[in-house]
Structure formats: C-alpha cells, structure tokens
C-alpha cells in the first residue's frame, strides 16, 4: 500500500442489537482494524500524513514512544518495515531491557526492524520536554519525532477521513479514547446534528482540553464510566463481554480500548441514554495485538482469558 495512496475504506458492519436483547435502536461499527494487518484501525489514520510529512522533510528514522504492550509502538515499527523507514521505540521502564522475547509487542517491533531504547520511568516523563529530545538527537541522529499515541495536526486530519458521506445519516458517533487525537478527527468531521461520544480508556476526561486545540466544536462528551478503574485495567466481566460480543458477531475487541466503548454503548442503550429510533456509529480502533500481552497477564492472575 503506498502512503500516498487514496484515501482507504474500510468495511461497515450492522450489530443486529436483539442478540443484546437491544430494540429500538441501528448500531453500526466501522471496522477500522481490518485496514491493514499490522498497522491497523486509528494508527494506520494517524500515521498516514505523518509518513508523507517525513518523506517531505527527507526524514529516513522515525522516533516515537510507548510502552510494554503499546499499539502505536507496534504500528510504527510495522509501518516503518513496510515504507522503508528506521523506527526507533523509546521504551517506559528500564526493566524491559531483559523480557523483550516475553512481550509479544516489543517482540513484533523488535522483529520489524525497530531499535528499542529503555528508559527509566522517571526519565520517560521528560519525553515532551526539549532537552530531552535534543539529547535523543545527539545520542542516536535526526529523526521524525512521533509524540506518545501519535496525536498532532497530521494524525488528527488522517482521523477525519474515517467519516464520510456515507455516515452523515448517523445521530451519534462512538470512540475509544486515549490521547483525545482520533476523538479530535471525528468532532472536526461531523455534522452540527451529531453528538460525538468518547469512551475513556483512562480515569477522567482531561482529553477535552487536547481536543480543544484542535477543534472549537462542542457537539461531544467523554465519559469514564467504562474505564473498569483505569489504562490497562480489565475485569471478568469485561472478559466476557468481549467473548460473547466476538461469539454473537465474530468480531473480536481489544481489552484497553474498544472493548471498553461496546461495553459502554450496550450498557447506555439498555439504560435509554440514546434517542429511540436512533443510529449510531462506533468506531472499531483496532489495537488486536494487544490481546496476547493481556492474556499473559490474565493467565498470571487466573482469570479467563479473552478467545
């Protein structure tokens, strides 16, 4: 696929809602995870422009952060193999160093060509901070600097193209959300008569001041009533949900972000947050790859796994 290919489409799937014991109601999700098969859902939007950005300023290294189990690590170093750049990871906790062959994550970036650099925690919060960057510069040569998740101008206006003329008809549009970046897109591309709906992946909604520098639209809200107590965190309950959603659909969700949104939107339509006679659009993010990782840490905890 060439970067500066047209912009892709990816495949809209009705959820037949009385599986859920749902009526009244059209839900929609838009399977951003089968956009490409490593570089999926809301990463393959946010980095489509930054990649093109890169090649207009002869940037031939990409630098960006993360941590264990992160999307966006894996996505840029998939993307990195495939379009002909040198990714480097700037890895969160020095004692990672030594468990790369244990984390399927650092694994696939490793074995995408990445070049993964561990820092302790407590450097890892100076990432934004300029002297660090410039310090990464001397150490390890120029690069196309990619903030933690991605979010800039470039991801949010590969964001944007996940709405088309196709979703106009739509009263509510749904999405995970972590930086706020792809929330961002989506608010700048709706209609007046649409409410944007974010599903925090995190406690709070501080997104909305990230949002903010990116559109002046108000037609959203944030809710972290289906954080399940924080990043990363998951439950039995969510645990089966994502398995009974993937046995009801054959759709399978990731536990730290889209798991969470569908949880969330079925709970809100038994509970008649949405207008009746409603249709809603959800986004399916991707972040698949996660899944493994999450496992290991279920199995470690004995709890079920996700299948």
């Known amino acids: 696929m060439n970067i500066n290919s ?31 098969p490593f570089v999926s859902g809301n990463k393959f939007r946010k980095l489509k422009y930054n990649l093109i950005e890169a090649r207009k300023q002869k940037q031939n290294t990409l630098l960006t952060f993360g941590g264990a189990f992160s ?18 990871g700037i890895i969160r906790g020095e004692e ?34 300029v002297g660090f960057i410039n310090n990464l510069k001397q150490q390890l040569g120029d690069f196309y ?52 709906l974010g599903f925090s992946a995190l406690k709070g909604s501080f997104q909305s001041s990230e949002i903010a520098k990116y559109t002046s639209k108000t037609n959203f809200e944030i809710t972290d009533n289906y954080c399940f107590g924080g990043y990363g ?27 969470k949104m569908m949880y969330g939107i079925m709970d809100l339509l038994k509970k008649g947050h949405f207008k009746e006679n409603s249709r809603i659009f959800a986004v399916h993010t991707g972040g698949l790859q996660g899944i493994a990782g999450m496992n290991q840490k279920l199995i470690k905890k004995n709890l079920p796994i996700i299948e």
């Open 71 to 88: 999307n966006h690590i894996a996505a840029v170093a998939a993307a990195g193999k495939e379009f002909g750049f040198k990714t480097i």
């Open 96 to 129: 990672l160093i030594n468990k790369v062959s244990e984390n399927a994550t650092l694994s696939f970036a490793r074995d995408c060509g990445m070049e993964l650099q561990f820092v302790s925690r407590e450097a890892y919060r100076n990432k934004d901070e």
């Open 145 to 196: 600097l990619l903030s933690e998740g991605g979010t800039n101008d470039f991801a949010v206006k590969g964001c944007e193209e996940i709405l088309t003329e196709e979703t106009n008809s739509f009263d509510y549009i749904c999405v995970p959300v972590g930086t706020g970046g792809t929330m961002a897109g989506l608010i700048k591309a709706s209609k007046e008569n649409q409410q944007v």
């Open 233 to 259: 965190k998951i439950d039995s309950d969510l645990i089966r949900f994502i398995n009974e959603f993937k046995e009801k659909t054959n759709i399978p969700l990731d536990p730290v972000y889209t798991g």
């Open 6 to 36: 047209a912009n892709v489409k990816s495949q809209l799937v009705k959820i037949d809602l009385s599986l859920f014991y749902c009526h009244g109601y059209s839900l929609f999700i838009q399977r951003e995870d089968l956009l490409h």
